[in-house]
């Protein structure tokens, strides 16, 4: 499991490589953790930033404490949704860059204890946690599965077309 610092350092590593803070898009496309990492640890990608020694352009800054207070949270069960998806992404089974993804969002849920649980999880490559965050939030983990992998599926053919065309 990541810790805050390690989070941190590797948002300033990525901040050196580009010659600047990176903004949320950039941490989406090519960071080294997804955006939504930071979200999760921080409360808000400012905060994360802010944190890091940046100046945010926007957005709320949440204080150690009262962040700590709201998005603390056990961890523990991310590793027990690892084991039971084989430490693959289910929708294309590389095991490079998995990371657990909530189907229904902490702002669509009240209490931690339904969060995490284990139906509303499911292992995703970055890639695919980016492309499918937000989507079929009223799913279980194998309805999701089905969903995006019909969806990846489908915007693959679409670009195998478009490539065609030229």
């Given amino acids: 499991m990541l810790s805050e610092e390690e989070l941190i350092e590797s948002l300033q590593s990525f901040a050196d490589e580009l010659g600047r803070r990176p903004t949320l898009h950039e941490m989406a496309q090519d960071g080294p953790h997804s955006s939504s990492v930071y979200k999760k640890y921080f409360g808000t990608w400012s905060t994360a930033l802010h944190e890091a020694g940046f100046e945010p352009s926007r957005g709320k800054i949440i204080k150690e404490e009262d962040r700590r207070d709201y998005y ?4 523990s069960k991310n590793q027990k949704i690892y084991e039971r998806d084989n430490h693959k992404c289910r929708v294309c089974d590389t095991e490079d860059s998995i990371e657990v993804h909530h189907i229904k969002s902490r702002l669509n ?30 799913t279980s983990h194998e309805r999701f599965e089905e969903l995006a992998r019909e969806y990846i599926e489908n915007e693959d053919d679409a670009t195998q077309k478009t490539i065609a065309s030229f």
């Fill in 109 to 138: 849920i009240p209490h931690d204890e339904e969060l995490d649980n284990e139906d509303n999880m499911i292992t995703l490559c970055k890639k695919h946690h980016r492309i499918l965050e937000g989507k079929w939030e009223d």
């Fill in 72 to 75: 603390s949270r056990d961890y």
